[in-house]
Structures are given as C-alpha cells and as structure tokens.
C-alpha cells in the first residue's frame, strides 16, 4: 500500500524550526488578519503580493515598482503606510490588476522562516479560502505543515481553529501522529458551528475590537469560502493559482 503523505501542526513560529519543510507543503496562517487579507486582495483580482518583513523595505518596494504599500504594526496601520492589514480595505474596484507590497507583524514573518527554512512548496490559508487550501493540498501529494503565525511568537487560538478546519476536511488523505494537530481539530470540531460566538473569547479578538472596532473583520475572516483563491508564493510574491 502507497504511504500517504505526512500532516503536522506548527502552533507557532518558535516551534517551526522543529518541521522537517524541505519536501513540505508549508500553509501560512495567518487569520486575524493577514492571510484573510491576502485571501481578499487576490481574489478581487490583484496582480500580486509581494510580502517585506519592514515597513521601509515595503515603502521602498511601492516606490520601485509602482505598487500599494500596505501593512500594519500591533493592530494598526504601520506608521508611514497609507492602507492597513484589514480585508476589507481591498474591494475589486480599488486593487485590480494592481501590486500590494504588504507587511504584517506576525504572518509575513513566519512566511520569511518558512523560505529560510527551504520550504518545498508555500502558500496561505484563511476560512476565506478553506476549500482552496483543502483542495491544493490533497492534489499536491505531499507532506504538509500548517504554519500557525501566533502572537509574537505566543499560541493563539483563532491560527489553530483553522488548522483543524483544513485537517477535519483532508485528514483522510493524511497521515497525522501529531497530538498539536489532533488538538485543532479536536477544538475546531467543537466550535465550528459556532466561530463567531467563541470569537470574543479570543485574546486577538479584544485587540481587533475593543480597540479598533473591527467586528466586520472578524466576520470576514472566520467565513469560509468568501475569497475562495489559492495564494501560491512564486520568485518573492505571492499569486492566485
């Protein structure tokens, strides 16, 4: 019988070095908010995104290439940076065909380890685009690692919920010995139903809403299937395959 291919859970950055990603599959989590925002400004049809780990490096970038910087430090938009980290900040009519050089503080990071760390294939991942991200990865045959960004390097909960979305769906197709994994799926299987009302429990639900008011965000991010694209990272940017 065929060995299937290896599923593992990263819950956080400071524990990605412990994956084996050079023949991975590496999904970058990011949910709240920036790879719901990727998810976004792909599917209404930008041309691509080009993640920077700096807010100078992204200035810079934008400038070079005639692209939209974008990004946002602890929450906010960046200091210096015009559009922020918030999905519904990109409508169709505003970034197609256009360039988004984005930076976040926690997912365009654990992208930049994933690279460092030879990563086979990357893309990201986010409800918006579950079912993509499900299909992309059963068809591609190859052991996987959900990259959970965190906070700071912390576990976060809303990273993991997604986790075990995608394993719920594809863990037939899978072999998963991976007790990190078995606990996201076994907490997404418990609140799936009910994402939003659990959402306030969330310590990065109160910095999005208690202090900047982003409860449509919120919304955004933990709907499935409402930017359906697969973010595919090609030659430094990320594309709709």
Not at 197 to 205: E, M
């Amino acid at each position: 019988m065929a060995h299937k291919p290896t599923l593992h859970t990263s819950l956080s950055p400071a524990l990605l070095h412990l994956y084996d990603l050079s023949n991975s599959v590496v999904v970058i989590i990011d949910v709240f908010r920036a790879t719901s925002t990727i998810a976004s400004v792909l599917f209404n049809g930008a041309k691509a995104i080009i993640p920077v780990d700096s807010v100078a490096k992204a200035i810079e970038v934008s400038k070079n290439i005639g692209a939209i910087a974008a990004g946002e430090r602890d929450g906010k938009i960046a200091d210096g940076l015009q559009y922020g980290n918030s999905p519904l900040e990109y409508p169709r009519t505003f970034i197609e065909n256009k360039t988004l050089v984005l930076t976040t503080t926690n997912g365009t990071r654990l992208l930049q380890m994933a690279l460092d760390k030879n990563a086979d294939t990357i893309i990201s991942g986010s409800f918006p685009n579950l079912t993509a991200v499900c299909d992309f990865l059963v068809s591609e045959k190859k052991n996987v690692v959900l990259g959970c960004a965190g906070w700071k390097d912390r576990f976060n909960l809303e990273d993991t919920l997604f986790a075990g979305a995608v394993i719920r769906q594809i863990k037939k197709e899978f072999e998963i010995h991976c007790d990190s994994s078995l606990m996201a799926e076994s907490i997404y299987a418990k609140h799936k139903h009910n994402l939003l009302d659990f959402a306030p429990q969330l310590t990065h639900y109160h910095r999005l809403v208690e202090r900047f008011g982003l409860i449509e965000d919120i919304k955004f991010c933990l709907t499935p299937d409402t930017a359906n694209v697969l973010p595919l990272y090609v030659d430094g940017k990320l594309i709709a395959k």
